[in-house]
Every structure is written in structure tokens, then in C-alpha cells.
């Protein structure tokens, strides 16, 4: 693995995808929050039916985090963060011997 996967800078721009991704959740629920009640009038939605538009979007807000936070440890080139091996306790303890 290169110096360059665990760099500062590298760091910083995992960090700003999820900002920016955040954002992007906040601004959304926030338009739909707005329009929603013109849209339950122009629908003819019940406030039953209504009711389901903000965890509906919470719901896809949160995939599109998760969806973020996988793209960023894939582009680290660390899958094993992802999708952990059988013995990845194993080689912790492992690699922690060996360094001391």
C-alpha cells in the first residue's frame, strides 16, 4: 500500500464527499418540507399518506451516506474495512505483535 492511500489529503477529500453528501440530504428533505403540502393538495394525499414522505426520505438520505462511506473505503483500496475477513482479528493481533 502506497504512503499516499492514508494521507492527510486523502483524508480530507473522504471528508468533504460525506459533507457534501450530507448536504445534499439536508437540502432535499428540506425542499420536500417546504413543498409538501401543495403537493399533498395538487395529489389529493390523505394526511395518512403524507405522514410517510419524511421517513421515506430519511430512508434514502441515510443509503445515500452509506452509499458514500462505501465508495470511500473502496477508492482507499481497503476492502477489508468493508468486508472484514474471518480472521481479521487474527491479524490484528498479528500485525500489533510484530510491530512491538
Given amino acids: 500500500m502506497s504512503a499516499f492511500s492514508d494521507?492527510?489529503?486523502?483524508?480530507?477529500?473522504?471528508?468533504?464527499i460525506l459533507a457534501m453528501t450530507e448536504l445534499v440530504?439536508?437540502?432535499?428533505t428540506?425542499?420536500?418540507t417546504i413543498a409538501l403540502p401543495q403537493a399533498?393538495?395538487?395529489?389529493?394525499?390523505?394526511?395518512?399518506?403524507?405522514?410517510?414522505?419524511?421517513?421515506?426520505?430519511?430512508?434514502?438520505?441515510?443509503t445515500m451516506i452509506i452509499a458514500a462511506i462505501v465508495a470511500i473505503t473502496m477508492i482507499r483500496g481497503k476492502k477489508d474495512d468493508l468486508m472484514p475477513s474471518w480472521d481479521a482479528?487474527?491479524?490484528?493481533?498479528?500485525?500489533?505483535?510484530?510491530v512491538h
Fill in 7 to 16: 494521507s492527510p489529503t486523502r483524508r480530507w477529500w473522504a471528508l468533504g
Fill in 25 to 28: 440530504v439536508v437540502l432535499d
Fill in 30 to 32: 428540506m425542499i420536500v
Fill in 40 to 62: 399533498q393538495a395538487d395529489l389529493g394525499m390523505s394526511d395518512a399518506q403524507r405522514q410517510w414522505v419524511g421517513p421515506a426520505f430519511a430512508g434514502a438520505g441515510a
Fill in 89 to 98: 482479528e487474527a491479524e490484528w493481533e498479528e500485525e500489533k505483535v510484530s
